[in-house]
């Protein structure tokens, strides 16, 4: 099994939206379960940390700078970090 808890945060008006995200993870270790079933995390307790903020430019158009980072237990941080853009037509 494995235990997690992921407090929130979302903040939307005036054309802006920001959403943040931190999770932690725990698995003790025990049971049969591989690693792969976990997402490859490995007993002990991983990480995952997110954010968002984005503001709506035009009828159709959104803009918005992300952050997404990743690390299982036992292992190194990965991380993304970019902008996006959205067009609805």
Same mark, same amino acid.
């Given at each position: *099994?494995? !235990? %997690?808890? @992921? #407090?929130? =945060?979302?903040?939307?008006?005036? $054309?802006?939206? +920001?959403?943040?995200?931190?999770?932690? @993870? *725990? =698995?003790?270790?025990?049971?049969?379960? #591989? +690693? &792969? /079933? /976990?997402?490859?995390?490995?007993? $002990?307790?991983? &990480?995952? +940390?997110?954010?968002r903020i984005g503001r709506?430019? +035009?009828?159709?158009?959104? =803009?918005? !700078? /992300? *952050? &997404? $980072?990743?690390? #299982?237990?036992?292992?190194?941080?990965?991380?993304?970090? $970019? !902008? %996006?853009g959205t067009v609805n /037509?």
């Open positions: *099994y494995m !235990l %997690e808890a @992921g #407090p929130h =945060i979302s903040f939307s008006g005036g $054309g802006w939206t +920001a959403t943040a995200r931190v999770t932690a @993870g *725990y =698995i003790p270790g025990e049971g049969d379960l #591989p +690693a &792969w /079933f /976990f997402d490859g995390s490995d007993p $002990g307790v991983s &990480w995952r +940390a997110s954010g709506s430019m +035009a009828s159709g158009l959104d =803009i918005s !700078l /992300f *952050y &997404w $980072g990743r690390r #299982p237990a036992g292992s190194q941080w990965s991380q993304r970090a $970019g !902008l %996006e /037509f």
